[in-house]
């Protein structure tokens, strides 16, 4: 069973709310109805991400560079020739601490160790963002202008029309070259030595005649994304976007169910607001039964949510094996392989 990302953005989940509900009702009563489902959709829809470092016999810990986000790591090993058969077989690490973004193990384990971790949706913002510094698909980094309350230490944005995952960031205040203080950092150890050397790369460039050919980097407030990677980019996608293009939060999910459960939560908040400007009697009656109809529907997704152990919306999937397929013996179904997979753009 495939768990890739399915991706929205508050645009078009918006855009969904008032088509449906049509003429009276306002993107901005959307949007701060969105804002709502968001917060409470956010508590059972949890995007995973995933790092992997490599683990050598005799070494105890490991510097995770994940600071802010250790006490939701899940680790897993890859042990060669464990004996099952099968290669990318990853096992959960049982004995280990975390510590100050540290991993700390008994230094038996050799091969690679998985870190999974998970991380709250990204809020609705009230106003656009945009880019504060040219971004090339490929690049280390995306500057967004300002800042930008409650960002998750991962997630994904869609940068004009291409999706791109980030799994750190830092808030900064620029003044000049060389001088810029991190203000905040969020599952980024040390992130000066790298915006630094992005600073750098970022100064304008010059054509023959002495006109600027490059943006650079303007001062004020930035929030940089480090350790980027596209997704799902459009074939009309550009190969450069230029300062104030516009970014978008992504909205993941591992299936369409959980944004069918999204979208009731939406529509709940959304009648509950319409209720309280309803213009007659038929008005009121149809709100308040449209009100009981998607509380029905929040209430059957929460019951099939609290079935699941946990909605993971990872870029890797399981595959489920049955004991026959292990030989028939005792081992059991529940070891992990690790596959790429990519985003789907709904």
Known sequence: ??????????????DE??????PGFTRTQARNALRRAVSRWSSCVKPCFCKTIEARCGQCEYDLGCCGIHSDIVPWVQRAGCGCGVPNCWHRLLC?????GNLVTDGSISGKIKLEYRVEQPPVLREPVELSSPYRPGDRTIWIKGKIDNLPPAGYVKVCDTWVSYQCYAEIRY????LFDVTKSEAWLNPGELISEEIISKQPLLDGSGDDIDEGIACGVHTVLSSVDPHCISR???????????????YAAGSSSDYNYLFNLAMLEAYRTRMTSCNSGTERDVAYSLIQYYTDEVNRSERMAGTQAEVRVVLDYWKP?????YGGDNRTSSRRYI???EAVCC
């Open 96 to 100: 280990y601490d975390l510590s100050c």
């Open 175 to 178: 003044d000049g070259p060389e």
């Open 1 to 14: 069973m495939t768990q890739a990302a399915h991706l929205r953005t508050a645009k078009e989940l918006v």
């Open 321 to 325: 094996r049955s004991k026959e397929y």
């Open 339 to 341: 596959a790429g997979g």
């Open 17 to 22: 709310i008032c088509d449906t509900i049509g």
């Open 236 to 250: 009309a996608s550009l190969d450069y976007y230029p300062v104030g293009t516009r970014v978008s939060m992504g």
